[in-house]
């Protein structure tokens, strides 16, 4: 009987251990690749004549270019797709999606709307899954998180992190993040934009993490601050939403109820002015673009996981 593949559709998929063999590889190939040309492949090439099919429902810039110059550094390709060039957009199934190209490829990432096609995509599919984004999760960004707080902080476990603004994928995926990697959290969204009720429901059995609707009570004396845009893609009543969330914004203020060296993480794109402010975003205390450059390590480290070749 063939052993059914590994998929990565939530932190929770790999495990805490998993994570941190992940994170240690990430740092180690970040390392070592050292003043390469960022199109040359690793020493040891070991994804050499595998191919990742990529499925794009909603834009992209970090996922695409890190996921497609991950294949590339460990010597294997990446074939690029998305609904409005595909059979996708002309009404195939998921299902036979997955079985077509678990034909063609090794493994299979998609960034889509509803989390249940990522799902089904794995149901069917007879290679690794990869969830870029979903409206649930987004678990390849917490990798490249986690592996930049280490970086900058020297720990994960046992820091101090906050969440300010919606209860969107990215704080789902860090609430996973905290509970498995054993780091405290407090997340404070507004009434009515809290995180999904299966991941608050996994954060009540760990007192680490707490939630408020108190935005400078769940900043107060953080180490790790994190925000994001205040309107997704494909989400509308932007400016019910600006109103809704105005005391939310990460701006010189609101940073100083944090460490004085509180490190600030942003997924980006965003909005300047909104959710964070310019002299934050651009400041001191900002490693968002060390983070955008994360995706690709930790994703390298992913893609090397889910081949086994990590164990």
């Known amino acids: 009987m063939t052993a059914r593949p590994r998929h990565f559709l939530n932190l929770a998929d790999a495990g805490g251990e998993a994570v941190a063999l992940m994170l240690n590889e990430a740092m180690e190939r970040k390392q070592r690749r050292a003043g390469k040309p960022k199109g040359a492949p690793d020493d040891d090439a070991p994804l050499a004549g595998?191919?990742?099919?990529?499925?794009?429902?909603?834009?992209?810039?970090?996922?695409?270019?890190s996921f497609d110059l991950a294949m590339r550094q460990l010597g294997g390709s990446a074939i690029i797709l998305d609904s409005g060039s595909s059979q996708l957009g002309r009404g195939e199934t998921i299902a036979d999606t997955a079985r077509v190209l678990s034909r063609f490829a090794d493994a299979i990432m998609i960034r889509t709307d509803a989390h249940a096609k990522a799902v089904a995509l794995a149901e069917y599919a007879s290679v690794p899954v990869i969830n870029g984004l979903t409206d649930l999760s987004h678990p390849c960004q917490l990798l490249a998180d986690m592996q930049t707080v280490i970086e900058h902080r020297g720990r994960l476990a046992g820091t101090k992190w906050a969440w300010l603004g919606d209860g969107n994928n990215v704080c789902n995926s860090l609430i996973?993040?905290?509970?498995?990697?054993?780091?405290?959290?407090?997340?404070?969204?507004?009434?009515?934009?809290?995180p999904d009720d299966t991941m608050s429901a996994l954060a009540a059995t760990r007192d680490e993490i707490c939630f408020t609707e108190d935005p400078a009570e769940a900043i107060a004396g953080a180490e790790v601050v994190v925000t994001d845009t205040w309107?997704?893609?494909?989400?509308?009543?932007?400016?019910?939403?600006?109103?809704a969330f105005a005391r939310f914004q990460v701006d010189e203020a609101m940073m100083a109820h944090a460490k004085d060296d509180a490190t600030l993480l942003h997924c980006l794109p965003a909005h300047r002015g909104e959710e964070v402010t310019d002299a934050v975003l651009d400041g001191p205390n900002s490693v968002v673009w060390d983070e955008a450059e994360n995706r690709l390590h930790a994703q390298k480290a992913l893609l090397l996981w889910l081949f086994g070749k990590l164990d």
């Open 50 to 65: 595998h191919v990742l099919a990529m499925i794009f429902e909603k834009n992209s810039t970090r996922t695409r270019v």
């Open 176 to 194: 996973e993040a905290a509970y498995l990697m054993h780091f405290s959290l407090a997340v404070a969204c507004p009434n009515g934009f809290e």
């Open 231 to 243: 309107t997704s893609m494909g989400q509308d009543g932007e400016d019910y939403r600006r109103k």
